[in-house]
């Protein structure tokens, strides 16, 4: 924006009014269209007076030129956001272009806008502009480039295929007058990446290639916190399975990772990084996972006690020990610091998956009273976090899981009895598998408008 001459100083107020100017003028363009726009009403929209915005620019012209390069460096932004951190380039070309649509549903108007009146360009206008689309073709050729490199892709003309990219992305936009109703956005995503790679893939990586198209999660990273219960635990193995990277963070004095047989090994098709302390995880720990590991895609965080197979107690004290009640507490304690820490880094990358388990039934019997304040807390915390969130393409949401069986009958469960079926109107027990298709089912693509939801996965016992 600096290339359109002000008479005023401040920088920051020229930037602060443009902006304004700016939005009033995607508006009314989309609106009215460029040459039945008036100066007037673009300076009552962006609550300026006639005269004052003539500080800032000089006519339309300046303001669609300000459009165009306002519009260039979100997407510059947008894209480098993307593949911060990531080090595979065949994710890297992945994030790219759902940045670019990410852009796109922001600002549709404004890029249609650009394309239909680009003829407005003319002499030195025109050649920043096309300076500006160069720079931004060249991140992808930068990627392309990567890819062949790594033998990933097959070599090719890497201007002429980032450019080729850019059209099936743009057509989403360009030609929405014939796709709306017979296509969606994650449909145009992934059939982008599959004449890509299809067309391009080594025949080293077709497995791998046919793999990552047919699953949207395969690639990502997820931080599993308390991993150590049965339900953390057993979400691990769920999205190892598709093809998701593992850190898992374990509190010793919580639960426990049983050390897997082979055949458990085997199915973790991606490696597992543990965290295993006797202290609760920080910020600072997640800098440094994600130094090693790239950014974080998917945190999701077991808020309760996690009760597998602990003694039954005397009534008094419940059917679980004591010295375990105060972690139900403290885990959402920790949910909502490192809540804080997702909320900024998932918050600046535009993209993001939060997902909470609020304490299972059976933490119910370490402390009623306890249970209930902390499972409202996870709900309150997913509703919060969400609408803070919601602007930034991160979703938030809450599973509470209901009297969910163990992998073998828990003592809890002995204890309890067919009395407890009977309080359940579908008169059974939940199964893991209950809880981890709905964690898999929060972060895949398909569910990106999805947040602020809670899932009560409980057979109908509320």
């Known amino acids: 924006?600096?290339?359109?001459?002000?008479?005023?100083?401040?920088?920051?107020?020229?930037?602060?009014?443009?902006?304004?100017?700016?939005?009033?003028?995607?508006?009314?363009?989309?609106?009215?269209?460029?040459?039945?726009?008036?100066?007037?009403?673009?300076?009552?929209?962006?609550?300026?007076?006639?005269?004052?915005?003539?500080?800032?620019?000089?006519?339309?012209?300046?303001?669609?030129f300000l459009i165009h390069d306002f519009l260039a460096g979100s997407a510059m932004e947008i894209l480098n956001r993307s593949i911060e951190e990531i080090h595979d380039p065949i994710e890297k070309l992945r994030r790219m272009i759902r940045g670019e649509f990410n852009l796109m549903d922001q600002w549709a108007d404004a890029l249609l806008l650009?394309?239909?009146?680009?003829?407005?360009?003319?002499?030195?206008?025109?050649r920043k502009l096309l300076q500006k689309e160069r720079a931004h073709l060249e991140k992808f050729e930068i990627v392309l480039n990567e890819c062949i490199s790594t033998g990933q892709l097959r070599p090719c003309n890497v201007r002429l295929v980032s450019n080729l990219i850019k059209s099936m992305i743009d057509s989403w936009t360009i030609k929405r007058w014939d796709l709306r109703g017979h296509a969606n956005q994650l449909e145009v995503e992934?059939?982008?990446?599959?004449?890509?790679?299809?067309?391009?893939?080594?025949?080293?990586?077709?497995?791998?290639?046919?793999?990552?198209?047919?699953?949207?999660?395969?690639?990502?990273?997820?931080?599993?916190?308390?991993?150590?219960?049965?339900?953390?635990?057993?979400?691990?193995?769920?999205?190892?399975?598709?093809?998701?990277?593992?850190?898992?963070?374990?509190?010793?004095r919580i639960g426990f990772w049983k050390p897997p047989n082979n055949a458990a090994r085997e199915s973790f098709c991606i490696p597992l990084h543990l965290l295993e302390q006797d202290e609760a995880l920080t910020p600072a720990q997640i800098q440094e996972v994600e130094k090693q590991y790239g950014p974080?895609?998917?945190?999701?965080?077991?808020?309760?006690?996690?009760?597998?197979?602990?003694?039954?107690?005397?009534?008094?004290?419940?059917?679980?020990?004591?010295?375990?009640?105060?972690?139900?507490?403290?885990?959402?304690?920790?949910?909502?610091?490192?809540?804080?820490?997702?909320?900024?880094?998932?918050?600046?990358?535009?993209?993001?998956?939060?997902?909470?388990l609020a304490p299972w039934a059976w933490d119910a019997y370490a402390d009623p009273t306890r249970?209930?304040?902390?499972?409202?807390?996870?709900?309150?915390?997913?509703?919060?976090?969400?609408?803070?969130?919601?602007?930034?393409?991160v979703n938030v949401n809450c599973i509470v899981p209901g009297h969910i069986r163990g992998l073998r009958p828990l003592k809890i469960e002995k204890a309890l009895g067919r009395g407890l079926l009977a309080k359940i109107p579908s008169g059974r027990l939940g199964e893991i598998f209950d809880?981890?298709?709905?964690?898999?089912?929060?972060?895949?693509?398909?569910?990106?408008?999805?947040t602020g939801q809670v899932l009560h996965v409980t057979g109908g016992d509320q």
């Open 1 to 64: 924006m600096v290339h359109i001459p002000t008479t005023v100083k401040n920088e920051s107020l020229v930037r602060k009014r443009r902006r304004q100017i700016v939005l009033a003028g995607i508006k009314l363009f989309a609106q009215n269209g460029f040459h039945k726009t008036t100066l007037k009403e673009l300076a009552d929209e962006a609550g300026l007076s006639y005269g004052n915005i003539y500080d800032y620019v000089g006519s339309k012209e300046d303001i669609f």
């Open 114 to 126: 650009i394309y239909q009146e680009s003829h407005i360009f003319q002499g030195e206008f025109l």
């Open 190 to 252: 992934r059939s982008i990446m599959e004449i890509i790679t299809n067309g391009l893939v080594t025949t080293e990586t077709a497995v791998a290639t046919n793999i990552t198209e047919r699953n949207s999660l395969f690639g990502k990273t997820a931080l599993v916190a308390n991993g150590g219960t049965l339900l953390g635990q057993a979400v691990c193995h769920a999205l190892s399975a598709k093809g998701v990277r593992i850190v898992a963070h374990l509190d010793r």
């Open 296 to 356: 974080i895609d998917f945190y999701i965080h077991d808020i309760g006690i996690g009760t597998m197979d602990q003694a039954v107690t005397t009534e008094n004290e419940g059917l679980i020990g004591p010295q375990h009640r105060q972690h139900m507490e403290s885990n959402l304690h920790l949910a909502q610091s490192l809540g804080r820490y997702f909320q900024n880094r998932m918050g600046a990358r535009c993209m993001g998956r939060i997902v909470y």
């Open 371 to 393: 249970f209930a304040v902390v499972k409202a807390g996870a709900i309150a915390l997913t509703r919060s976090l969400s609408k803070q969130l919601a602007s930034a393409n």
């Open 435 to 450: 809880v981890t298709e709905s964690v898999l089912f929060l972060i895949q693509d398909a569910t990106k408008y999805l």
